[in-house]
């Protein structure tokens, strides 16, 4: 059976953080709040955790989780390199809603599904999930729901979907904004690369925000149908959601 913490509490956090520890440690899920939407996370070093998650998702290897770190030094222990224009996303955007593909480091022995050599990180801006991250290492996380359901945005919508294939709920109340994290390919800033970058899924950060940061090595924003590019209204609040938190 699962179990479920009320991390508002003083009294629950500090049993809900052990028992979320150890049930990472024995490749069990853990469902965790995040500054997006909720997330279901594993082990990001254990090949049977990571399986356990996909299927608890229904999802297969072809939708390799994302990974969520304490911070830029746990990145570039992931990555086999991290641009200048990497360091200054991370800068304007960590913690926060952007989740930024990179080669993965060729040297770890880890299987996150079908990658393709690389690995999507993000560090969250959340404290349960900070100090998790912090006690247990990266963790691989996708958000909690089951696929092409909405991403849950508190802790019961996610146990309604995932039940007792989670071991432990964390409960930090209700998302934010509900709204998911934007994921970018920045691959082709890698040295010998010169591909833009590129969104893969609109989310938290817009558009607009990258564009201040990257300038031209952006790709170019879509034009709606009058030929007027990135004027489209806020994401909607209740995405369907198969990638990550």
Known sequence: MSELFDCRDPEQLLPGMRRARQAIARGELVVLPTDT???VGA???SAAAVARLLAAKGRGRQSPPPVL???LATMRALVSEVPEPVERLVEAFWPGGLTIVLPAQP???WDLGDTGGTVAVRMPADRIALELLEECGPLAVSSANLTKRAAAIDV?????????SVSVYLDGGASKTGVASTI?????LVAGSSRPVRVLRDGAIRRAQLREVLGDLLEPDPADAYGE?????EPPARPASDGSA
């Open 37 to 39: 939407v909720y997330g």
């Open 43 to 45: 082990d990001a070093f």
């Open 69 to 71: 770190v304490a911070g």
């Open 107 to 109: 040297s770890l022995s």
């Open 156 to 164: 019961h919508e996610a146990r309604g979907m995932l039940g007792d």
């Open 184 to 188: 970018i390919d920045a691959t082709g």
């Open 229 to 233: 590019a990135d004027r489209r209204p």
